[in-house]
């Protein structure tokens, strides 16, 4: 059997774009997932998700934490290139659902998932 080694996740909370891509050039090679947090994007936007997928060809989460509007963040999160978001557990299911169609229509910009905040939503969604 092959020992499943955890991956190394970074967060990017900077309140500005400059220290956020300079943090993740600094590790971004030494890394398997670059955090997109939720107080960096909400600074500087989602550009920065869009610079990072330039920079780097890891897994990208963008912690958007969605509790509505899950079709149209979802879309803003595969354009932008980010490979996962999140829904807050407070989300309606049918936010959850509506993020999770998009995901399963983008095929240019990689596998996108939702992260959810309560496991147990999950099994409501399927």
Same mark, same amino acid.
């Given at each position: 059997?092959? =020992?499943?080694?955890?991956?190394?996740? /970074?967060?990017?909370?900077?309140?500005?774009?400059?220290?956020?891509?300079?943090? $993740?050039?600094?590790?971004?090679? #030494? %890394?398997?997932?670059? #955090?997109? *947090?939720? /107080?960096?994007?909400?600074? %500087?936007?989602? #550009?920065? /998700?869009? %610079? +990072? @997928?330039?920079?780097?060809?890891?897994?990208?989460? &963008? @912690?958007? =934490?969605? !509790?509505? $509007?899950?079709?149209? %963040? !979802?879309?803003?999160?595969?354009?932008? *290139?980010?490979? &996962?978001?999140?829904?807050?557990?407070?989300?309606?299911?049918?936010?959850? #659902?509506? !993020?999770?169609?998009?995901? @399963? +229509?983008?095929?240019?910009?990689?596998?996108? @998932?939702?992260?959810?905040?309560?496991?147990?939503?999950?099994? =409501?969604?399927?």
């Amino acid at each position: 059997m092959t =020992k499943r080694i955890p991956n190394l996740q /970074v967060a990017l909370d900077h309140s500005d774009l400059q220290g956020a891509i300079k943090a $993740a050039v600094s590790v971004g090679q #030494e %890394v398997d997932i670059i #955090e997109a *947090g939720t /107080v960096c994007l909400l600074q %500087v936007g989602s #550009e920065l /998700v869009e %610079v +990072l @997928r330039n920079l780097f060809q890891i897994r990208l989460l &963008w @912690r958007t =934490k969605c !509790a509505d $509007a899950g079709g149209t %963040v !979802a879309k803003n999160n595969a354009v932008r *290139g980010a490979d &996962w978001m999140t829904c807050i557990c407070c989300a309606t299911i049918p936010t959850m #659902e509506a !993020a999770l169609k998009p995901s @399963r +229509l983008n095929v240019e910009t990689g596998e996108i @998932r939702l992260n959810f905040m309560a496991i147990g939503l999950l099994n =409501k969604l399927s």
